[in-house]
């Protein structure tokens, strides 16, 4: 991966969004892989809410079996535009977004 100015797509959904049968998450994952992307991370929410206002969370006396999911996918700003052309068509419900990184290695900005 390229260091220095970098893109980072990030996409917001629940665990249980399916695309083919599949959760959304581990399709981006495995199609961000096939891109040659450079870096991908899913992380699971402790609790979140989207455009429905219902509150998914892990407290055991209101336990959601439905967790907040967020992909983060980092690379050059081109293959950003790639890994957005493939989440397109897989993110029906759910959230894109995307910001201007500063990629450094062992604390040390480059140039």
Known sequence: M???KCKLL????NENTTYK???VYQTLV???????IAGVTVSRGIEG???SRELHTWRILELSSCMPII??????EENIKKAI?????VVN???MMVTDVEVIRNGKETK
């Not at 990030?10 to 959904?13: A, G, S």
Request: charged share 25%.
């Open 49 to 51: 809410y989207g455009q």
């Open 2 to 4: 390229a260091l220095g």
């Open 10 to 13: 990030k996409v917001y959904l």
């Open 71 to 76: 992909i983060e996918a980092i690379d050059t």
């Open 30 to 36: 495995m199609k961000f892989k096939e891109a040659g």
């Open 21 to 23: 049968g599949h959760n």
């Open 93 to 95: 419900d759910g959230l």
């Open 85 to 89: 052309e493939i989440a397109k068509p």
